[in-house]
């Protein structure tokens, strides 16, 4: 039987030459300003395949690119897709990769056609990890793992903190299933209540995960 394929895609669009990293918290759930952070995912997929743990790493402009990509290689390979993650920027309920978003909108609009292409190569128990800041945090962030992991039917993945060498927040649901975790976790509250942005990882946040660790910890 052929082994599922891991692959491993991230935005090669964040070239920006910055000493020091200014951080911008958004009211979305985002962090701009981080600046050149491509160069880092780029190590990061050789770090993978170093592991052993990617079967094919790819710098992508457009999350069309990036889907297609992952089609026609697991296409090519007569072999189907076990684990996609996705490195770069997001915000709750969304993943930009360049320009473009990965959302439940675009996944029946403007993906729609690349997510169909996705959904024939994905192998039972898929996983599509979405290694981004803070997509499942708040309301909208659950409705979108809900919506992802229906719409593939594999088993989505994503954090609901801002993260970077720590990931916390690190959560998965099933197709039909409802998110685990509250929609306050990782957000923080102004003064009068309403949420002002995402909280950034540590280790003592609930399901932390390292930048260092390629897999998804069993159970979660």
């Avoid at 995402?198 to 260092?212: E, G, H, K, Q, W």
Wanted: glycine share 14%; with cysteine.
């Amino acid at each position: 039987m052929t082994r599922p394929l891991r692959l491993v895609v991230y935005d090669k669009t964040d070239t920006a030459r910055v000493v020091v990293p200014r951080l911008v918290r958004r009211a979305d759930g985002s962090v701009e300003g981080t600046g050149g952070l491509t160069r880092f995912w780029r190590l990061g997929g050789v770090y993978h395949r170093a592991l052993f743990r990617a079967d094919g790493v790819l710098g992508a402009s457009t999350w069309a690119e990036a889907l297609d990509w992952a089609a026609k290689l697991a296409e090519e390979r007569g072999a189907p897709i076990g684990e996609l993650q996705a490195w770069g920027h997001g915000g709750w309920g969304y993943m930009r990769m360049g320009e473009t978003r990965l959302d439940a909108a675009s996944m029946v609009g403007a993906l729609a056609r690349q997510i169909d292409a996705l959904c024939t190569h994905l192998a039972p128990g898929a996983i599509v990890w979405v290694r981004c800041c803070s997509a499942f945090g708040h309301e909208a962030g659950r409705a979108f793992a809900r919506a992802l992991a229906d719409r593939t039917g594999a088993r989505a993945v994503g954090h609901t903190f801002v993260i970077g060498f720590f990931q916390s927040g690190t959560h998965s649901v099933a197709p039909g299933e409802e998110p685990g975790w509250s929609e306050r976790e990782g957000t923080l509250y102004g003064a009068d209540g309403s949420p002002v942005g995402a909280d950034t990882s540590r280790a003592d946040a609930p399901n932390t995960i390292t930048a260092l660790r390629p897999g998804l910890p069993a159970g979660w």
